[in-house]
């Protein structure tokens, strides 16, 4: 069975410092992975994508994901955090036709 | 492009009254998505369809939901009759082909459904 699991429901960092956000998978196959990022209001956008290719991927405003098979697992990063990150952060896997989202990680960055 | 479209933005109706939500999906796209997201239950994924045809449909809640796609550029969702635990917003998405394939969704901005 496939599942995602994104292990914190909430992070708190302050400005400047790095953002963790983690999300660990079960796949019966190599998954397709993906984070989006979703902004008070709004739709979901995309940061990154792992697909096989590459093992580091970077994204979208300064965030990067390493997948990890041997721990099966696919972290989003940034080195340092500004107030325009806090949001909520949606871990995904994809494989076959089946697309299974995490519960979502929610940011917010103390100034 | 103008991304996914979704109509209408906002939607105030009465418990029982019929309700149809509308998508337009990116052109080229041949897979479209229904999520629906409250703060209780999270981002859930009704149904699936991967060139007109719905392929996994197995998030749609009850027989209440129903969701058509014509044609590659329109798709909706329609709950009859409506009641007030429906209230959420609805995101449509779609995708340049299928799941597995490794292509990223592109979502649209949501409808926010109310139900008195």
């Known amino acids: 069975a496939q599942s995602v699991t994104q292990l914190d429901s909430h992070v708190s960092v302050s400005e400047g410092t790095p953002v963790l956000l983690r999300c660990n998978y079960s796949?019966?196959?190599?998954?397709?992975l993906f984070w989006y990022v979703q902004h008070p209001n709004k739709g979901l956008q995309l940061l990154l994508k792992?697909?096989?290719?590459?093992?580091l991927v970077k994204g979208i405003n300064g965030f990067e994901a390493e997948f990890k098979k041997s721990e099966t697992s696919f972290h989003l990063t940034k080195p340092s955090a500004h107030m325009s990150d806090a949001a909520e952060y949606f871990c995904?896997?994809?494989?076959?036709?089946?697309?299974?989202f995490g519960s979502g990680t929610r940011l917010s960055i103390r100034p | 492009d103008a991304g996914v479209i979704q109509s209408p933005r906002h939607e105030v109706t009465e418990m029982g009254q019929e309700v149809t939500l509308r998508c337009k999906p990116i052109?080229?796209?041949?897979?479209l998505f229904w999520y629906r997201q409250t703060m209780m239950r999270g981002l859930e994924l009704l149904i699936y369809?991967?060139?007109?045809?719905?392929?996994?449909d197995s998030g749609m809640p009850e027989d209440r939901f129903s969701a058509k796609m014509p044609n590659a550029s329109f798709s909706t969702l329609k709950i009859q009759p409506s009641e007030p635990r429906d209230s959420a917003v609805y995101f449509c998405?779609?995708?340049?082909?299928?799941?597995?394939?490794?292509?990223?969704?592109?979502f649209g901005p949501g409808t926010r459904l109310t139900v008195t």
């Open positions: 998405a779609s995708s340049l082909t299928a799941v597995g394939s490794g292509y990223e969704q592109y």
């Open positions: 796949s019966s196959y190599s998954p397709s």
């Open positions: 792992y697909t096989s290719a590459a093992t």
């Open positions: 995904t896997g994809s494989s076959a036709s089946k697309i299974i």
């Open positions: 052109s080229g796209h041949n897979s």
């Open positions: 369809f991967n060139n007109n045809v719905p392929i996994d």
